[in-house]
T-cell receptor
Framework: DTAVSQTPKYLVTQMGNDKSIKCEQNLGHDTMYWYKQDSKKFLKIMFSYNNKELIINETVPNRFSPKSPDKAHLNLHINSLELGDSAVYFC???????????FGEGSWLTVV | DAKTTQPTSMDCAEGRAANLPCNHSTISGNEYVYWYRQIHSQGPQYIIHGLKNNETNEMASLIITEDRKSSTLILPHATLRDTAVYYCIVRVAGSGGSNYKLTFGKGTLLTVNP
């Protein structure tokens, strides 16, 4: 059983489209995250939710909108996709904001 | 704005111990040292973390100097599957608030050679 699972794993889409990446964790964790890894391989946090409340928003364009319907899910919706949004997006979770963070396997987004 | 310094790359022979250093000279008393690794095309994988004392688990050992300004991750018997980028991260201990995120640096590319 995958602890933190993301779908889709690969996504190729055209500029201007709107797309979503879904994330689910079966660990019973309260805190979930989205990280972005760009072409230069830097991993940067985008958002964090704790008990469905947004606690970290790292100056991400408002075209990116996370949604947490419940503690086990944190979806990432991206509007008006741009070429620069091409990256690998990692979902992660932890028991609480100070506990060890566990990552999913990533979603490869390519905008053409 | 990672607060750690690691060598860009290291090589290790298969079956030998891999010792990965990390400097964190500005670490605060309430910050843990975390180690993650990222194998090519996979998500970051948690390895180990510690505050002051040395730590060991089934994957690795973590040696933290007494002044806590540096640490070493030890993979006792490296295998080809240990080839990955290893990240040393300092992170505030405790819970609550927004100051407990993981900030990744560039890490060390460890290549285990046959």
């Amino acid at each position: 059983d995958t602890a933190v699972s993301q779908t889709p794993k690969y996504l190729v889409t055209q500029m201007g489209n709107d797309k979503s990446i879904k994330c689910e964790q079966n660990l019973g964790h309260d805190t979930m995250y989205w990280y972005k890894q760009d072409s230069k391989k830097f991993l940067k946090i985008m958002f964090s939710y704790n008990n469905k409340e947004l606690i970290i928003n790292e100056t991400v364009p408002n075209r990116f909108s996370p949604k947490s319907p419940d503690k086990a899910h944190l979806n990432l919706h991206i509007n008006s996709l741009e070429l620069g949004d091409s990256a690998v997006y990692f979902c992660a979770s932890s028991q609480d904001t100070g506990s060890t963070i566990y990552f999913g396997e990533g979603s490869w987004l390519t905008v053409v | 704005d990672a607060k750690t310094t690691q060598p860009t790359s290291m090589d290790c022979a298969e079956g030998r111990a891999a010792n990965l250093p990390c400097n964190h000279s500005t670490i605060s008393g309430n910050e843990y040292v975390y180690w993650y690794r990222q194998i090519h095309s996979q998500g970051p994988q948690y390895i180990i973390h510690g505050l002051k004392n040395n730590e060991t688990n089934e994957m690795a050992s973590l040696i933290i100097t007494e002044d806590r300004k540096s640490s070493t991750l030890i993979l006792p018997h490296a295998t080809l599957r240990d080839t990955a980028v290893y990240y040393c991260i300092v992170r505030v201990a405790g819970s609550g608030g927004s100051n407990y995120k993981l900030t990744f640096g560039k890490g060390t590319l460890l290549t285990v050679n046959p």
